[in-house]
Each structure stands twice: as C-alpha cells, then as structure tokens.
C-alpha cells in the first residue's frame, strides 16, 4: 500500500514540478501580457507550494517504505543520498519562486533561477541520476524542456478564455515557433535516455520495466499528435477554433497527466535492468 501511494505522490509532484517551473520559463519566452503573466504566476505559486508539501510527503513516504526506523542508516539513506539532495533542491526551487521578485530581469532570471534549481532534483535522484551524473544532466534537460511544454500550455489554455484574439493568435504562433525546438530537445534526451537505461541485447520486452515504458511512450506518442494537430490543423485557422484548440489542449494535459502517471509507476516499481 505504501508503494501506491508513493506512486501517487511521485504523479503528483511532477505535476506540481513541471507547472511551478515551467510558468515562469514561459512567461520569459513567450512574452504574455500582464494579465496572463500574472495568470502564470498564479500557476508557478500553487505548483510551488504543492511542490513543498508533496517533496515533504514522498520523503515520509520513503522513510516508512525503508522501516520506518528512527536510526542512523535510515536518516542516511532519505536525507544523506540522492533522494536528500533532490529534496532538498525542490523545496529550494520552490521556495525562490515563492520569493517576491520584480517585474524585470533580475526579477526573471531569479524565477529562473528557482525553475532551474527544481528541474536539477533529477540530476540526484531517478533512474538516469542512478546511472551516471552524465545521464542525470541529460534528465535535467528533458525535464525542463518539458516544464516549458506544460507551463506554455498553462498560459495558452488561458489564452483561449480570456485574451482578445490577435493576442491569442499571436501567443500560439510564438508558442508554436518555439516549441519546434524545445519539443525537438525533449525527444532527443528521451532517446538518450532509453538507449543509456535499457540493455536491448537481453530480450527487454520481456521485462516489465520495459513494458511500463513501453506504456508512457504510447501517451508520450498521443500528446506529440495532439501538438501536431494543433500546430498543423487549428493554429492555421485562428481565431475561428478558438474553442476547439481550447478542448484540445485540455486533452494534450490530460495525456500527460498519464505521462506522469506511468513514470510514477515506472520509478517506483520497476528498474531498467531486469
């Protein structure tokens, strides 16, 4: 039972992440007005705080899974290890973008900073941190990458409610113009990583590991179509499918909360070597 809830807090926490840190690296690229900016910094504070108190949780969680022991090797292995270190620059991340900051540069680059700080959780903690600090860099990548993806989403699904509509359809031309490369950077860490974490000349698709993987992947491959009918078939007829792009992305969230979901399952119950 521990396990299961360890899994949901994990879905969770990543959800929490990716918002709080991927709000303001939006914001900074996309340029919103300051309604919607302020929309996003809206986002960035509750994803902040559930970041905190889910980092909390899993930590808890984890302390009970290893027995639950108030002892030496217990504390070492929750605080003195890379699930200590994550923590920790979660709860850090998190508590910068809590932190009141101005409306210029120096108030984006500390938002930055604290988005930075909590995407640099998976360099200490996961499969890829497991596997070498290399592999745990080219984590940090796919993860930030993909806290813009939800972050841009965020704005955009507000967009699509609120905003006239040449700020609209100027927001999803920048967000499209962008994403082309930042998508583009997702996918390739997301290969790295696969190739790095899984040995293919040991019958894999034997494993369940790879079969849980196999399962992210197909919802990974819906969200990457869904953006494709968004970037292909909506964004060109703006403004007139306002409300279609809106149920759409309301959709491309819902496939990634499973994304989510599969890597909680995934890093809680399973290891790349079978």
Same mark, same amino acid.
């Given at each position: 039972?521990?396990?299961?809830?360890?899994?949901?807090?994990?879905?969770?926490?990543?959800?929490?992440?990716?918002?709080?840190?991927?709000?303001?690296?939006?914001?900074?690229?996309? &340029?919103?007005?300051? #309604?919607?900016?302020?929309?996003?910094?809206?986002? =960035?504070?509750?994803?902040?705080?559930?970041?905190?108190?889910?980092?909390?949780?899993?930590?808890?969680?984890?302390?009970?899974?290893?027995?639950?022991?108030?002892?030496?090797?217990?504390?070492?292995?929750?605080?003195?290890?890379?699930?200590?270190?994550?923590?920790?620059?979660?709860?850090?991340?998190?508590?910068? *973008? !809590?932190?009141?900051?101005?409306?210029?540069?120096?108030?984006? !680059?500390?938002? =930055?900073?604290?988005?930075?700080?909590?995407?640099?959780?998976? $360099?200490? @903690?996961?499969?890829? #941190?497991?596997?070498?600090?290399?592999?745990?860099?080219?984590?940090?990548?796919?993860?930030?990458?993909?806290?813009?993806? $939800?972050?841009?989403?965020?704005? *955009?699904?507000?967009?699509?409610?609120?905003?006239?509509?040449?700020? =609209? $359809? %100027? !927001?999803?031309? &920048?967000?499209?113009? %962008?994403?082309?490369?930042?998508?583009?950077?997702?996918?390739?860490?997301?290969?790295?990583?696969?190739?790095?974490?899984?040995?293919?000349?040991?019958?894999?698709?034997?494993?369940?590991?790879? &079969?849980?993987?196999?399962?992210?992947?197909?919802?990974?491959?819906? $969200?990457?179509?869904?953006?494709?009918? @968004?970037?292909?078939?909506?964004?060109?007829? !703006?403004?007139?499918?306002?409300?279609?792009?809106?149920?759409?992305? @309301?959709?491309?969230?819902?496939?990634?909360?499973?994304?989510?979901?599969?890597?909680?399952?995934?890093?809680?119950?399973?290891?790349?070597?079978?």
């Amino acid at each position: 039972m521990l396990e299961v809830w360890a899994a949901l807090v994990k879905a969770s926490l990543y959800g929490a992440l990716l918002s709080a840190a991927g709000a303001p690296l939006a914001v900074l690229s996309l &340029r919103p007005s300051a #309604a919607l900016a302020d929309y996003a910094m809206r986002v =960035m504070r509750v994803g902040a705080i559930a970041a905190i108190a889910l980092s909390v949780a899993a930590a808890a969680l984890l302390f009970m899974r290893l027995g639950g022991a108030f002892d030496q090797p217990t504390f070492s292995a929750v605080f003195s290890s890379g699930p200590g270190a994550a923590l920790a620059l979660q709860i850090a991340g998190a508590a910068l *973008l !809590l932190a009141p900051a101005d409306e210029d540069l120096s108030g984006h !680059l500390w938002r =930055m900073t604290g988005a930075l700080t909590m995407t640099a959780s998976v $360099v200490f @903690n996961g499969h890829a #941190a497991a596997l070498s600090p290399t592999a745990g860099l080219v984590a940090m990548v796919h993860v930030t990458a993909a806290s813009w993806w $939800v972050g841009s989403l965020w704005i *955009l699904r507000r967009t699509c409610v609120d905003a006239d509509r040449d700020e =609209m $359809v %100027r !927001l999803v031309l &920048r967000f499209s113009s %962008r994403a082309v490369f930042i998508v583009a950077g997702l996918i390739v860490a997301g290969v790295v990583l696969i190739i790095a974490l899984i040995d293919f000349s040991i019958s894999p698709w034997l494993t369940d590991y790879v &079969r849980t993987l196999a399962l992210k992947l197909a919802f990974v491959a819906l $969200v990457l179509l869904l953006a494709a009918h @968004n970037k292909f078939q909506l964004t060109p007829r !703006l403004p007139g499918e306002v409300a279609r792009l809106r149920r759409s992305i @309301n959709v491309e969230l819902m496939a990634i909360a499973c994304v989510l979901i599969t890597t909680a399952v995934l890093t809680t119950y399973f290891a790349p070597e079978p």
